[in-house]
């Protein structure tokens, strides 16, 4: 059953790809962008593994996360959720996965900068500056879709 905060969601991500905007998307966030596109989620994780804790998350060298944070890893994860992507949404590719294979961010190949991650880097930035660069990118993105 889709409430009305998932089909605001819902629609609020279709009208940012509609208009190209940057979009960064956090945590269920990033479930909601993979929805709107047609994917669906696993539930319930086994084991829970992803709730409350910090983990490393390996990253593509050659996707827009790897150029915001300027590394193909990221130590300090912080991750609060029991839901994970199933089947990827069209037009979205995996970019970044925990050490279980668990895909923990996604990119939308057919606009110009749209960033999903599982986790939640603004519990981090102090730990982990390249969580701080991940904020500043989406930042700097976002001032020159304005012009």
């Known amino acids: 059953m889709v409430g009305l905060h998932d089909e605001f969601d819902l629609a609020l991500v279709h009208a940012a790809l509609d208009r190209d905007l940057p979009v960064l998307a956090i945590c269920r966030g990033m479930q909601i962008l993979n929805v709107a596109m047609g994917g669906t989620l696993v539930q319930d994780l086994d084991g829970g593994g992803h709730w409350m804790c910090e983990h490393p998350v390996g990253i593509d060298p050659s996707s827009h996360l790897a150029e915001a944070t300027a590394t193909d890893e990221l130590r300090h994860c912080y991750s609060v959720h029991h839901q994970g992507l199933d089947r990827l949404g069209s037009d979205l590719r995996p970019v970044a996965h925990d050490p279980g294979g668990?895909?923990?961010a996604?990119?939308?190949?057919?606009?110009?900068?749209?960033?999903?991650?599982?986790?939640?880097?603004?519990?981090?930035?102090?730990?982990?500056p390249a969580q701080q660069a991940l904020f500043d990118e989406f930042v700097r993105r976002a001032q020159l879709h304005d012009r």
């Open 106 to 128: 996604v990119e939308h190949t057919g606009a110009s900068w749209v960033v999903g991650v599982q986790w939640h880097p603004e519990d981090t930035t102090s730990t982990e």
């Open 102 to 104: 668990l895909i923990e």
